[in-house]
């Protein structure tokens, strides 16, 4: 660790052992106790100074003296914890720590709270390891182990420490401590920001605090930059900051990058799961910090998220107050500083009542170097910066802006420019412009096309999860696109990818295929296609390689160049498609099978002309007709035969459903009804015998039904209806008639549903039409209307022409052509 011989000096004063402070009676006071000396009368000298400036001068040492106090305070926590850890070693007393940490400042000539850093942060856990309430067993053991100077076998030694991360863990147990020592927020963020770590130094370093409203508070600061505090307001922060971004996830950010020209770091503060404010640090140019260092410096929000809710408490309320629309000058110059592009303020310039240009407030440090004051004199505009591309496009959107208070985003809009030699050439600006109070804060940046290109390109590849990579030969490690160290690292951080790691990514069972096809590759220059399952780190993924190899002179292979695409989730998506397909197929095959085994049945049940015909005294025809041309099967069919001593058994139903399981139904309840008209029921009693049946057995099913017996003796028609369809008669004269009765619950419906039965007498050459509901009571059909026609259809049944009525019907009342129904047409001889 480098230090200035000056701070080195002050430091050692204050820490060293042999150096000690007096008390006012004289007393030795130890190092980590140090008071500030009480003034003392002296005579004045001659040529003494002003009142004045005697006092300034008092002061100014009063103060340097306060900082070298509280200073001590803040390491004393450190020196006391090393104590702790060599008593605990060494078994010795705290006196004798305290010699033997002198010793060794002495001896290494390093300052002693230096020493006790170090001492501590060798012995201190990492800050990203597990808390000891969340250890396993096993690693409990074996730590208890360790500290009585014992090894588990099973775990085996402990790895030596690198010296580099020893030295950043010894950093940060000392700035932690300073941290908890501090008393303000100032203090917290001076520790942060003078900390000699593996970190360059931040030109400045911010705290705040979130409020309710998602406000960000500036409670502290640290840097020549920051403007008085007097000036600070809180406010949300209107920009893509990495303060909003920080909390906003809840993770720690760093945004760096060899194209800009800073850098800022944010890590949120965090109680318990709640965000409560955000530590920051910026940069003046990119900084490139390895993986240990960002972990060390994300800790450090750990005891700054500590000491803020200690010191929360002690704000004086006034601080919390948001008021009204914060001045864009007071907060901007803090938190523009934290954003790696160009920011401005800009305030409008009234001409006559409009806009006519803006004018710079402010700007930060990536933005003052954009802005030429040679250029454009010391009091830039938007219209001197920019004058095409201000005056075309950026002064509209500005005053839009101002009139509707929706930010805008441009770009990237094409720029053109010459260069010193008069050739032309192409840049690109994107711009964010957001409204606060009545200003404009812009952030914008100016790209080349190479860089927008690029930008394309690693979002291309991050879209469509493909990574590229180029390998020569003679190098053990290829170079990788951001995307391809994402796929197998985890993140897009450049990191070593050794080809000798690669076989063991590879499923075993795809192994061989892979390496021939390498082999191939390399020896004969073939291009390279294939597809294999990961394995190790990329276990669960499967990945398609294209690579094609170059080639010099003599046709010998130097390198080789390709792609790797993640086609996990296509792959996924093709087996999910695959299996889907294949039940369709199969489904299909089921409802084939089952439609033509349902029309099967559905032809035997429908009775065969010499059924029809041995009805003693009636002539009788039927129709049943299928829904979608059909393609499936519905649940209507009719039924007639013949009975003992000239009685005829007529039966219309419909059972509800389609398919094999209706029509299964419906040949149940067809061989019933056969069965219950046979011991001489009438319709009534039948229609309750076939309510029981189906109610018991088939409780999922319902149907409708007409059954009727006519006894051709006496020319009678006794008849019982299940559902809401009564017969119609045609007279021999041409009139018509809905035959009086009463008319039931469908069947199925209600298990103590009874039924009545209707008698009529019929003359010869009446016509009778039993039907099923669905043929008057299609949705949307009104039924009185649909009974007038089905009256008027006494024309088409003089024809004994069941299909014409059936038509007529349909065709009157506009029911599809592919409606199911069922009815049949009768002829009293």
């Known amino acids: 660790m480098v230090t200035s011989e000056r701070t080195w000096g002050r430091d050692q004063m204050r820490e060293r052992p042999d150096e000690q402070w007096r008390d006012a009676a004289g007393r030795r006071v130890p190092a980590g106790e140090a008071r500030v000396p009480e003034p003392t009368e002296a005579p004045e000298p001659a040529g ?225 799961e709640r965000v409560i404010g955000a530590l920051c640090l910026s940069w003046p140019e990119p900084v490139d910090l390895d993986a240990d260092t960002r972990r060390y ?49 800009l305030a409008p310039v009234h001409e006559d009542g409009r806009v006519v240009d803006f004018r710079v407030e402010y700007a930060n440090a990536a933005a003052t170097r954009r802005i030429s004051p040679t250029r454009i004199g010391n009091n830039p505009t938007l219209l001197t910066i920019y004058p095409r591309l201000g005056s ?72 469509a999860r493909i990574g590229s990579f180029r390998w020569e030969l003679d190098r053990a490690e290829p170079y990788c696109s951001p995307q391809l160290y994402r796929m197998f690292h985890g993140d897009e951080r450049p990191r070593p990818i050794a080809v000798d790691e690669l076989s063991g990514c590879v499923y075993s069972d795809d ?110 025809t039927g129709r049943t007709r299928s829904s979608r041309g059909g393609t499936r099967v519905d649940g209507n069919w009719y039924d007639a035969c013949a009975l003992p001593e000239g009685v005829s058994l007529l039966v219309v139903g419909d059972v509800a459903g389609t398919g094999l399981a209706a029509m299964t139904t419906a040949a149940r309840l067809r061989y019933a009804i056969r069965a219950y008209a046979a011991l001489d029921m009438s319709p009534g009693q039948l229609l309750a015998s076939v309510n029981t049946l189906l109610c018991a057995l088939e409780p999922e099913r319902t149907a409708t039904l007409m059954v009727a017996r006519y006894e051709a003796k006496e020319r009678r028609l006794r008849w019982a209806a299940a559902g809401q369809a009564a017969p119609v008669r045609y007279r021999r004269d041409g009139g018509a008639e809905l035959l009086p009765g009463q008319l039931g619950l469908p069947v199925g419906v209600l298990a103590e549903a009874t039924y009545s039965d209707a008698t009529v007498d019929v003359a010869p050459g009446d016509r009778l039409l039993l039907y099923t509901d669905s043929l008057v009571g299609a949705r949307g059909t009104d039924l009185v209307s649909a009974l007038d026609v089905l009256l008027g259809a006494g024309a088409h049944a003089g024809r004994d022409d069941v299909e014409a009525v059936v038509s007529h019907v349909v065709g009157s009342l506009h029911v599809g052509a592919d409606a199911d129904m069922g009815a049949m047409l009768v002829r009293v001889a």
Do not use: C
Request: charged share 25%.
């Open 297 to 345: 410096l994300s800790a450090l929000a750990t005891p700054v998220a500590s000491k803020a809710v200690e010191l929360a408490e002690e704000l004086p309320p006034e601080a919390g107050a948001t008021g009204g629309p914060a001045d864009p000058a007071a907060w901007l110059p803090i938190v523009g500083e934290t954003v790696p592009d160009p920011v401005a303020l």
């Open 511 to 620: 192994l061989p295929a892979v390496e021939d096809a390498v082999r191939r590759t390399l020896v004969g220059g073939e291009q390279l296609s294939w597809e294999f399952r990961g394995a190790d780190r990329l276990a669960g993924r499967r990945l398609r390689i294209v690579a094609e190899p170059e080639l010099d002179g003599t046709g010998a292979v130097t390198a080789i160049r390709g792609t790797v695409q993640d086609v996990t989730e296509e792959r996924a998506i093709a087996d999910r498609l695959r299996l889907a397909e294949e039940a369709l197929t199969a489904q299909r095959l089921r409802v084939d099978a089952e439609l033509r085994a349902a029309q099967s049945l559905h032809r035997a049940l429908m009775p065969s002309e010499p059924e029809l015909g041995a009805t003693e005294g009636l002539w009788v």
């Open 392 to 463: 075309e496009l950026l002064l509209p959107r500005f005053v839009e802006l101002l009139r509707t208070g929706r930010p805008q985003r441009l770009g990237p809009v094409r720029l053109r420019s010459a260069t010193g030699d008069g050739a032309p050439t192409t840049r690109f600006l994107s711009a964010h412009a957001s409204l606060v109070g009545d200003r404009v804060v812009l952030a914008w940046r100016v790209h080349d096309e190479a860089e927008l290109v690029h930008a394309q390109l690693l979002d291309a590849e991050r879209i």
């Open 48 to 272: 003494a100074l002003e009142p004045a400036e005697a006092l300034a001068a008092v002061v100014a040492k009063l103060r340097t003296e306060l900082a070298g106090v509280r200073t001590a305070m803040r390491n004393r926590a450190v020196i006391e914890q090393a104590k702790g850890v060599l008593v605990e070693r060494l078994g010795v007393t705290p006196d004798e720590g305290f010699d033997h940490l002198k010793r060794l400042s002495q001896r290494a000539n390093v300052k002693l709270v230096e020493v006790a850093a170090t001492i501590v942060g060798a012995t201190s856990p990492d800050p990203r390891a597990a808390p000891v309430t969340e250890i396993t067993d096993e690693q409990l053991r074996a730590r208890a182990g360790r500290s009585r100077g014992r090894s588990d076998p099973a775990a085996g030694r402990r790895p030596n420490r690198p010296a580099a991360r020893s030295a950043l863990q010894a950093q940060h147990q000392l700035i932690s401590a300073r941290i908890a020592a501090s008393t303000t927020f100032d203090e917290a963020a001076e520790v942060v920001g003078a900390a000699e770590a593996g970190w360059p130094p931040p030109a400045a370093v911010v705290i705040t605090l979130r409020e309710p409203t998602g406000a960000h508070r500036f409670v502290g600061g640290y840097g020549p930059g920051l403007p008085h505090r007097g000036g600070w307001q809180p406010v949300p922060p209107p920009l893509d900051t990495a303060i909003a971004e920080a909390t906003r996830d809840g993770a720690p950010l760093l945004v760096t990058d060899d194209g800009r020209t800073s850098a800022a770091f944010a890590a949120p503060l965090l109680d318990g």
